[in-house]
């Protein structure tokens, strides 16, 4: 029980004929402000608007007392309009104890109290009833949206690169509040907890609180967001949401998010690549798992996509295979290796375009299966040195798999730049 303003207390109050009961009018309610709270993190005063909200004084032991009228809260129904419980939440007010009181009187048209998270109140809508000390009480229904704090669930991509371009993230979750037309906020918080950004986003999923509200509140499953070119450097992140006033609770989830800095090519080996196809050693920093690789022809605009990426696990090389190049003999080729976070690098002119091998002739041309057996491939157009895989390949007369790649035990004769010697072994199947 607290009083605001005033040491002396005029209630009007009336003595019944028959004993000395007291009697007040019946009080109405009106409003309240704020009309909607969060459940956890915060405290929040609530001011009901009214006629006749009277306190009574009473002397216990010489101590004169003022009872202040009660607020009780009743969930009347769910925030979906679903039937709610029932339950009955009391506000504490101990005139014999102010200091735990969580009621405050203004005046015959204000009553004030706290609405704290030690209340465990479920989230829903509330039934607010005033009633005076001597019974008589006013209601208003369902007036009270009590929510809960918001949730993250996902943020999509979990990697992202803002160094080239505007990056846009979306986050699934629950109980995205909009006031109005006030939205939430969403903080990129830092691996210390500081936010090093702040933004507004747009809402989805979306549905309205029932009731004829004012402002309308609507609750959105999800929400998204634009990173402008820069805005944030690379580092591990978390991002924080907090709902619109007077329900400003924040999440608390630690969903993390990656921004990444964007690829740098050093070098590509070979430095040449045949008409027909080939595989190229790419170096450099910052590739990514499921990265693009592309040689593209400056000259009539065309490119060629690498069929299969192999990239190391420290991000510094990528193997990228190649299947019949868009450019002829002689072309110098660009090539650009994309992460899926959006970022590329592109080292111009990294390769020339050469005529492929031609093979003529293989000595001998049946070897026993029990040994390894050393052959020499007679060829033409054979430029060295032969790349680390894929540049000598076994396969079943007439078919393409399966493929047994033999360029680890294979070389170009020094003496003879157009003869490769490849080892055989056992393992091959007859055939």
Known sequence: MRLNFGLILLVPIALSACGHQLDSPPPSTSAIMPNVVCNAQLTKQIVVSGMNLTPLPTKTLGHELLNLPTVTL???????????????????????????????????????????????????????????????????????????????????????????????????????????????????????????????????????????????????????????????????????????????????????????????????????????????????????????????????????????????????????????VNGAPGDSLDLTLKNADGCSDTLKGAVTVVPGPIIFYVDPPVVYGGITTPVTVYTTGITGPLPSSGAVVLTPNGATTPAIDLTASSAIDVNHPKHVIVSIPPTVPAG
């Open 74 to 324: 009743t969930e009347s129904s769910g925030l979906d309009g679903s039937a709610g419980s029932g339950q009955t939440i009391p506000i504490a007010d101990d005139p014999n104890n102010p200091g735990a009181s969580h009621v405050r009187w203004e005046s015959e048209e204000q009553l004030g109290f706290d609405f704290t998270p030690d209340l465990n109140a479920p989230a829903g809508l509330y039934d607010v009833t005033v009633t005076n000390p001597d019974g008589k009480s006013a209601t208003l229904p369902g007036t009270l949206a009590v929510v809960p704090p918001p949730m993250v669930g996902a943020v999509m991509p979990p990697n992202i690169c803002d160094a080239q371009g505007d990056q846009t993230i979306t986050v699934t979750g629950a109980d995205f509040l909009q006031v109005g037309d006030t939205l939430p906020t969403v903080e990129i918080l830092d691996a210390s907890g500081m936010p090093v950004y702040t933004v507004t986003p747009t809402l989805t999923g979306c549905q309205m609180v029932p009731g004829d509200r004012t402002p309308p509140l609507q609750l959105c499953t999800g929400l998204s967001f634009v990173i402008p070119l820069g805005a944030v450097a690379p580092g591990n992140y978390t991002l924080r949401v907090t709902n619109p006033p007077s329900a400003e609770c924040q999440s608390t989830e630690s969903v993390p998010f990656v921004i990444e800095p964007p690829p740098h090519i050093d070098s590509v080996l070979p430095s040449h690549i045949c008409a027909g196809g080939g595989t190229l050693d790419v170096k450099g920093t910052g590739f990514l798992a499921g990265a693009q690789v592309s040689l593209d022809d400056p000259t009539n605009m065309m490119s060629t996509v690498a069929s299969a990426v192999s990239v190391s696990t420290d991000g510094t090389s990528a193997n990228a295979m190649f299947g019949a």
